[in-house]
C-alpha cells in the first residue's frame, strides 16, 4: 500500500514538473542575398498573438525567450520576478527600464558595461508591484541591467548612443506603478512576452530593404531572411504536382508558386464540391482552357481538404501550405512602396489597403479597363475572376481572388485584387465562394 501511495506521488510530482516547467528558447538571425551572407543592421520581433515587440541591433542577433510551458499563464507578468527590456533601446539621454517584484524584498541591481566593470549599483527593498527606473548612460554603447530578488536574478542587454554628454552613467528609481494592469497597456515599454504557440512576425532589415518571415518557434532555431527577389526560389526554381509544372518566384523570404494552382478534376459550375476524396475545380464558364491559363477556382472547404487549420497543406503540394492571412501581410507589406512589414496599415478589417501593393502584386497584361500591373517582384497575380454562391461565374479579367485557409467566424479571409485600383482589398467572404488558390512553401 505504502509503496503504491509512493509510485502516485512519484508520478504527480513528475507530471507537475513537466507542465509547470519554464523553457528557454534562443532564436538566432541571420541574412543571404540568394545565398551570399549579408550582415543585418537590426531585426525586428513582433508578437502578433499578444501585441508587444522587441528590436536587437547589429551584432545582437540573438533573441533569448523565457516562457511557461505546460500550464499556461493566468495573469501574465505577474507571478514572478521579471526584468521587462528597455525602451528606446538603443537609447541616447535617458532610456526607461521596468521590473516585476512578485513579493516585498530587498532587489540588488547594477550595471555593467561591455568589459565587465560595474557601473552603477542600487540595493532597495521594494513592495510587490511594477517598479520603474531610468537609466542614464555614459561614453559605452552597450550595457548589461541585472535585477536580483530572492536568490533569482534577471539580466537584459542595453544599447546606448555613443557620443552622450553625460560623463558618468546613472540609475535612477521613478517609483512604483498603482497597479498590475500597467503590464497589460504599455507592451512596448514592459517588454516581450511570449507563450507557447504565439505567433512572430520577424523583420531583418539591412541597407535599407526588409525581409519578413513567421514562426511558432517551439526549439531553439535559426533563421535565415533571405533578400533575393524575383527569381526562382533557390534550390526549388520548379515544381511537379499531379502532372504539372510549377514555377517559383522568391519575394524576399517567402518563396510562392508563380502560377494559380490548377489540380484536380472540372466539375460543373452547377454542382457543389464534396468532400469525397477527391480534389474537385471549376474552371470559368465551364472552359478548361481558363484553367490552363488562370488556374482553377475552389470553395474554401475543399481547398482545405476539410479541415479548419489554418496553414495546412490542403490541395498544395508536398511541401507547401495554404497561405494564412499573418502571411499575406507580410507578402502585402513586402510589396508595398509606403506601407511596411507589420504597419498597422495590414491589420485593418473589410477594405481597401496599403497604397500600391496591389499594383506591384498584378500582372503586367491580362486585365481590362487599362488596369495591367508593375509585377514587380514577380507574383504575376492574373484576373481569374470567381464563381459566387449562385453558380454564376464573375469578373474575368477584372477581379483576381485568393483565399486565405485563415476562418473569421463563418467566413474566411481573402485578398482581392482590382483592374481599376492599385491597392489590395481584404475581405471576410462567405466560403461558398469559389476562387483561386496560390500556394507557400513550408518554412
Known amino acids: 500500500?505504502?509503496?503504491?501511495?509512493?509510485?502516485?506521488?512519484?508520478?504527480?510530482?513528475?507530471?507537475?514538473?513537466?507542465?509547470?516547467?519554464?523553457?528557454?528558447?534562443?532564436?538566432?538571425?541571420?541574412?543571404?542575398?540568394?545565398?551570399?551572407?549579408?550582415?543585418?543592421?537590426?531585426?525586428?520581433?513582433?508578437?502578433?498573438?499578444?501585441?508587444?515587440?522587441?528590436?536587437?541591433?547589429?551584432?545582437?542577433?540573438?533573441?533569448?525567450?523565457?516562457?511557461?510551458?505546460?500550464?499556461?499563464?493566468?495573469?501574465?507578468?505577474?507571478?514572478?520576478?521579471?526584468?521587462?527590456?528597455?525602451?528606446?533601446?538603443?537609447?541616447?539621454?535617458?532610456?526607461?527600464?521596468?521590473?516585476?517584484?512578485?513579493?516585498?524584498?530587498?532587489?540588488?541591481?547594477?550595471?555593467?558595461?561591455?568589459?565587465?566593470?560595474?557601473?552603477?549599483?542600487?540595493?532597495?527593498?521594494?513592495?510587490?508591484?511594477?517598479?520603474?527606473?531610468?537609466?542614464?548612460?555614459g561614453h559605452e554603447a552597450f550595457y548589461l541591467f541585472s535585477a536580483t530578488w530572492n536568490g533569482i536574478t534577471r539580466s537584459i542587454k542595453m544599447f546606448?548612443?555613443?557620443?552622450?554628454?553625460?560623463?558618468?552613467?546613472?540609475?535612477?528609481?521613478?517609483?512604483?506603478?498603482?497597479?498590475?494592469?500597467?503590464?497589460?497597456?504599455?507592451?512596448?515599454?514592459?517588454?516581450?512576452?511570449?507563450?507557447?504557440?504565439?505567433?512572430?512576425?520577424?523583420?531583418?532589415y539591412t541597407n535599407n530593404l526588409e525581409s519578413g518571415m513567421l514562426d511558432s518557434p517551439i526549439n531553439d532555431k535559426t533563421y535565415i531572411f533571405q533578400f533575393a527577389t524575383n527569381i526562382p526560389c533557390p534550390g526549388t526554381p520548379t515544381v511537379t504536382y499531379e502532372g504539372q509544372v510549377y514555377n517559383t518566384i522568391q519575394i524576399f523570404s517567402q518563396c510562392w508558386l508563380k502560377e494559380n494552382l490548377n489540380v484536380g478534376s472540372m466539375i460543373n459550375g452547377s454542382q457543389n464540391q464534396t468532400n469525397n476524396s477527391?480534389?474537385?475545380?471549376?474552371?470559368?464558364?465551364?472552359?478548361?482552357?481558363?484553367?490552363?491559363?488562370?488556374?482553377?477556382?475552389?470553395?474554401?472547404?475543399?481547398?482545405?481538404?476539410?479541415?479548419?487549420?489554418?496553414?495546412?497543406?490542403?490541395?498544395?503540394?508536398?511541401?507547401?501550405?495554404?497561405?494564412?492571412?499573418?502571411?499575406?501581410?507580410?507578402?502585402?507589406?513586402?510589396?508595398?512602396?509606403?506601407?511596411?512589414i507589420g504597419d498597422p496599415q495590414w491589420d485593418a478589417g473589410n477594405g481597401y489597403r496599403g497604397f500600391d501593393a496591389g499594383l506591384n502584386l498584378k500582372s503586367i497584361s491580362g486585365w481590362n479597363l487599362g488596369g495591367n500591373g508593375t509585377d514587380l517582384f514577380g507574383f504575376s497575380g492574373l484576373p481569374g475572376g470567381i464563381l459566387d454562391y449562385d453558380d454564376v461565374f464573375l469578373f474575368l479579367g477584372s477581379y483576381g481572388l485568393w483565399w486565405s485557409s485563415t476562418e473569421i467566424g463563418y467566413h474566411a479571409w481573402d485578398r482581392y485584387l482590382y483592374s481599376d485600383s492599385p491597392l489590395v482589398l481584404r475581405y471576410g467572404n462567405i466560403k461558398d465562394y469559389a476562387f483561386s488558390v496560390r500556394c507557400i512553401k513550408d518554412n
Open 1 to 137: 500500500m505504502k509503496t503504491k501511495v509512493l509510485l502516485t506521488t512519484l508520478v504527480l510530482v513528475t507530471i507537475i514538473s513537466a507542465f509547470g516547467q519554464r523553457q528557454t528558447l534562443d532564436l538566432t538571425f541571420t541574412a543571404v542575398d540568394n545565398s551570399a551572407y549579408i550582415k543585418l543592421d537590426s531585426i525586428k520581433v513582433m508578437n502578433r498573438t499578444q501585441s508587444c515587440d522587441t528590436v536587437l541591433y547589429y551584432p545582437d542577433t540573438t533573441l533569448t525567450l523565457d516562457f511557461p510551458v505546460g500550464l499556461p499563464r493566468q495573469n501574465k507578468g505577474t507571478e514572478e520576478f521579471r526584468v521587462f527590456q528597455n525602451y528606446p533601446n538603443p537609447s541616447k539621454e535617458k532610456t526607461s527600464i521596468g521590473i516585476w517584484v512578485p513579493a516585498s524584498d530587498n532587489v540588488r541591481l547594477s550595471v555593467h558595461d561591455f568589459l565587465g566593470r560595474q557601473v552603477t549599483l542600487l540595493d532597495l527593498k521594494l513592495a510587490k508591484g511594477y517598479h520603474m527606473f531610468d537609466f542614464v548612460p
Open 160 to 204: 546606448a548612443y555613443t557620443g552622450n554628454s553625460a560623463s558618468q552613467s546613472d540609475l535612477i528609481y521613478d517609483g512604483i506603478k498603482e497597479d498590475e494592469h500597467i503590464l497589460k497597456s504599455m507592451p512596448t515599454a514592459l517588454g516581450f512576452i511570449y507563450d507557447w504557440g504565439d505567433v512572430l512576425l520577424a523583420i531583418g
Open 278 to 340: 477527391i480534389i474537385e475545380k471549376y474552371c470559368f464558364n465551364n472552359d478548361p482552357s481558363n484553367c490552363v491559363t488562370y488556374g482553377g477556382l475552389y470553395q474554401w472547404d475543399e481547398m482545405m481538404q476539410y479541415t479548419t487549420t489554418q496553414g495546412v497543406q490542403g490541395i498544395c503540394p508536398p511541401g507547401w501550405n495554404l497561405p494564412m492571412d499573418e502571411e499575406w501581410k507580410v507578402l502585402e507589406g513586402t510589396v508595398d512602396s509606403q506601407y511596411e
